[in-house]
């Protein structure tokens, strides 16, 4: 009897600590809860209102809005005379690493702003981990709300292969050839599963970590996590992101995807990379309009900045303050003269 008293007296002692321990980390704000939810039409999506603090290569603070993206709030409903831009990404244009105020997004509003005297409206719709095939789904499902007078793809030469890793995302196939997103290939059994354990994920800081920590095992980043500066030691700048195997094929669809895109699009190539010869040609076949960012980040290095590295952390990964600053004086300047230029006027304010 005394050592069944021991072991529930253990037991609730444990649990009273981890409870303590959940609201400490919370309050503190060292970690939040799970950041996503689940949407019937847009798929995994972050929880709108939700307040979030990240360490990574660098630190951010923020909330994602009332309608699930980052940054400011602009409605659906677009005022007159103001111009939208909408730019979809990865990881890289969600930039968790950076504060809003010092993110390319911010720059391109306030810059293009102050320089044609116009209100301009810029909308992060970056999801890490998006490949161009889950920019489009998203641009479908969710973006084109918004009504955007522009909607930028910023994409590398390894999202083009289309892989759709996450399982909770709409799909992108062609049917009787036609292009369509569709949720019938979203697993039943595992969103089954993630809506069971998400009341615990999005409520107790303690569980999502562990639910990180069994991702990153799962994706084969423990070493790179668990070694932290030392791994990227003697990594490049260029090994910070996927690269595409000259193996791989670009798949019809990614193609497919470039018939089907909205007409005022810009494809931006924020990678290291030229994007595969193919997916370009058709591209200015199709009359699109293209940004390469590849020599102004090129220009930094040359002066002796590295983009990718975070002298607080001591490691590489995304873009950096300066790398943002760059960024977002080139696109800027860049959307100025495609607007200026642009000969049927696609790009307008509706």
């Known amino acids: 009897m005394k050592a069944i008293k ?50 990574n290569e660098g630190f951010s603070m923020g909330n994602f809005n009332e309608y699930s993206y980052l940054g400011p709030a602009y409605n659906p409903v677009k005022e007159p005379n103001h111009l939208r831009i909408a730019i979809l990404g990865d990881s890289y244009v969600e930039s968790f690493q950076v504060f809003r105020r010092d993110q390319f997004h911010q720059i391109i509003e306030n810059t293009v702003t102050s320089r044609m005297g116009d209100t301009v409206e810029v909308l992060n719709f970056g999801r890490s981990g998006f490949d161009w095939a889950d920019m489009y789904a998203y641009q479908k499902r969710m973006v084109a709300r918004f009504n955007p007078d522009i909607t930028i793809f910023m994409i590398s030469d390894a999202d083009l292969i289309c892989t759709q890793t996450d399982p909770l995302i709409p799909k992108v196939i062609e049917r009787n050839s036609q292009l369509i997103v569709t949720n019938e290939l979203i697993p039943k059994a595992y969103l089954h599963t993630y809506e069971k354990t998400k009341i615990l994920t ?18 084969g980043k423990l070493w790179p996590k668990m070694l932290d500066k030392f791994y990227w ?20 669809i990614a193609f497919k995807i470039l018939d089907n895109l909205p007409s005022n699009s810009i494809i931006v190539n924020r990678g290291t990379n030229e994007l595969d010869s193919a997916f370009m040609q058709k591209l200015y076949k199709n009359a699109i309009s293209f940004i390469d960012i590849r020599d102004t980040l090129s220009v930094l290095e040359q002066q002796g900045f590295d983009p990718h590295y975070w002298p607080v952390t001591k490691t590489r990964g995304h873009w950096n303050h300066q790398a943002h600053q760059a960024v977002g004086l080139y696109l800027s300047h860049q959307i100025e003269c495609i607007l200026i230029e642009s000969p049927d006027h696609q790009f307008k304010f509706r």
């Not at 030691?233 to 791989?248: G, N, W, Y």
């Open 6 to 55: 021991t072991c529930l007296g253990f037991i609730l002692g444990l649990l009273i600590s981890l409870v303590i321990l959940d609201q400490f980390i919370s309050k503190a704000q060292i970690e939040g809860t799970s950041p996503t939810d689940f949407d019937t039409i847009i798929g995994r999506k972050r929880r709108a209102n939700l307040p979030f603090t990240f360490f």
């Open 202 to 219: 999005q409520n107790s800081s303690v569980l999502a970590m562990f639910n990180n920590c069994r991702k990153l095992v799962k994706a």
């Open 233 to 252: 030691v003697s990594k490049k700048a260029t090994d910070t992101e996927p690269q595409l195997k000259s193996s791989k094929r670009i798949p019809d």
